[in-house]
């Protein structure tokens, strides 16, 4: 055996290595550029939930203002109703303070002026004897 034919061996051999490395590295490369492609349909989904979750958030924003601008306008309402209550009250108290003052414990124990005709009302709905009487002569 010469050394020219050892060399070429070796270097057959050496080729055989680099051609079955350089399979092994296209398989490896396949399988990243289908993984490639699993991820660029992967990233496309994303995009299309992201544009999705922005236009739900828009339509959230515009309902949260509309129902802000609902509740302004009750909110406004209700401080013009609590306004307008709290003048009637405060005319509601000054008008008894006022009968407070016009009822003194003297007069409270006097007979009070429509007392007579309101008794006298009274008595008159009341039944009385005669009444069946008259009734009867009525018939």
Do not use: H, W
Request: glycine letters at 6%.
């Amino acid at each position: 055996m010469t050394l020219s034919l050892a060399a070429e061996l070796v270097l057959a051999l050496l080729l055989c290595v680099t051609v079955i490395y350089c399979v092994r590295l296209e398989r490896r490369l396949a399988a990243l550029r289908s993984g490639q492609d699993g991820l660029k349909s992967t990233i496309a989904q994303l995009n299309g939930t992201i544009e999705a979750a922005g236009a739900s958030m828009r339509l959230l924003k515009s309902a949260a203002e509309e129902a802000a601008e609902a509740l302004e306008s009750r909110l406004t309402r209700a401080r013009g109703l609590i306004d307008e209550l709290s003048l009637v009250n405060a005319s509601g108290e000054r008008l008894a303070a006022r009968f407070e003052k016009a009822i003194s414990p003297a007069s409270a124990r006097a007979e009070p002026p429509g007392s007579r005709v309101l008794a006298n009302r009274l008595n008159a709905l009341k039944p009385q004897s005669g009444k069946p009487e008259i009734l009867r002569s009525v018939r």
